[in-house]
């Protein structure tokens, strides 16, 4: 059965096709690698050094760390892995319960279960996709009281140790403000920016405003090292545990092997860390060239009924995956079969958290816009064009 193309999903991929100068298939977000990447992969090689050990490590972490502003950064395998550390360093134990938001990507939620703790769904911003001020200080106020500077949820009698935003597709969140709810009900900010490397809210980068946070630079994220990940803080002894806990709890001795706790093995090997520390030296060029893309859609988009999600005032997005907002389900699907069958890769924003299997039982607020924007939020091509 033929798929028929509307005009306005024609003249996109028309344009899509126009930016990226090919005919063949465009996926929706891949990696460039045109920098130092072989010159530092084959120096990570011929020095033997490609795994725990080695000086693309600190390299990366000192310069994420300075770039960020925060004071120290951990390496790590992956995203999820320094999500679970973030967690379980902050003090989330079984029988605990987190709060984050249910669009989002699985990760999120899995690393919260992780710890044996459950996650608790509040509803986020239309405009933003990231977790709403309002629904969280709501769900608070309703369901918790603050006892011996704990937060105590009035319906399971379990605290609630922690709070994990989202910066969707790199868009900031008010994550100020939720600090600053997140701080009055003694509630732990932890921040999932493994999008939004390079983003700004008010003038402090994404991870910066929780007590941690975490990024990813798997291989679709604005940068990567094939698989990996890292924590942000300015908490040195937190910046000591991640790191102890994320290299195996070894304690550190010329030849022994004594660990002190189960520990994980969740640290980035050297060899990933020597592509991160080549793409690292080109993430203003990458960000630049995201800002042009997203003019180019943004003044495209501008003449049709298409809605280009915008950061809001005060935010600077790193614009990792321009997104639209469409009208209804039923023209969602329809554009979604269109660009598919066109060659242009386009994606659904994720199924609600709070609709999977694993998570479906869990305690949530009102979430009427996340179901909205899950009807509706479409990504689309969003590679670095050179
Ligand atoms: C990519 C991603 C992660 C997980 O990162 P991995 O490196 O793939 O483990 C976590 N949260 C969000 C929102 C992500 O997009």
Not at 184 to 203: F, M, P, R, T
Request: hydrophobic share 40%; glycine share 6%.
């Amino acid at each position: 059965m033929s798929v028929k193309i509307s005009m306005l999903n024609q003249d996109l991929v028309d344009f899509v096709r126009s930016i990226y100068k090919t005919d063949s298939f465009i996926p929706l977000h891949e990696p460039r690698f045109i920098g130092n990447e072989k010159k530092y992969l084959n120096e990570c090689i011929d020095s033997t050094f490609v795994s725990s050990v080695g000086k693309f490590v600190d390299i990366f972490e000192d310069g994420i760390a300075k770039y960020t502003g925060a004071k120290y950064a951990i390496a790590t395998g992956s995203g999820t892995s320094a999500l679970h550390i973030s967690l379980l360093i902050e003090g989330v134990e079984n029988g605990h319960e987190v709060i984050t938001q249910p669009l989002t990507f699985v990760a999120t939620c899995n690393a919260i279960r992780y710890c044996g703790a459950q996650p608790i769904f509040v509803d986020v911003d239309i405009d933003t996709m990231g977790m709403s001020p309002i629904a969280l200080e709501n769900f608070l106020k309703k369901n918790t009281t603050v006892k011996k500077q704990q937060c105590v949820n009035k319906l399971t009698g379990k605290i609630i140790k922690a709070c994990i935003p989202m910066h969707t597709f790199g868009n900031p969140c008010r994550v100020k403000e939720i600090k600053a709810i997140c701080d009055k009900y003694h509630v732990s900010l932890i921040e999932d920016a493994a999008e939004s490397l390079g983003s700004i809210y008010k003038d402090k980068h994404m991870s910066t405003y929780g007590v941690m946070g975490v990024m990813s630079f798997n291989g679709n994220k604005i940068i990567t090292s094939g698989g990996g990940g890292c924590i942000v803080t300015d908490d040195e002894i937190l910046a000591k545990k991640a790191k102890h806990l994320t290299t195996t709890a070894k304690v550190p001795h010329k030849w022994a092997f004594n660990h002190d706790q189960v520990g994980y093995n969740y640290r980035m090997p050297n060899i990933n860390a020597a592509l991160l520390v080549a793409q690292m030296e080109q993430l203003d060029f990458f960000l630049e060239k995201k800002h042009v893309l997203f003019n180019l859609y943004q003044d495209f988009f501008k003449s049709s009924k298409y809605n280009l999600v915008k950061e809001i005032v005060g935010a600077k997005s790193n614009h990792w995956l321009n997104a639209l907002v469409l009208d209804d389900l039923e023209k969602r699907n329809s554009f979604l079969e269109a660009t598919n069958k066109a060659g242009i890769m386009t994606r659904p924003i994720w199924t609600l958290m709070s609709k999977l299997p694993m998570f479906i039982d869990c305690q949530k607020g009102d979430l009427k816009n996340a179901e909205w924007l899950e009807d509706r939020v479409v990504n689309i091509p969003s590679s670095v064009v050179i």
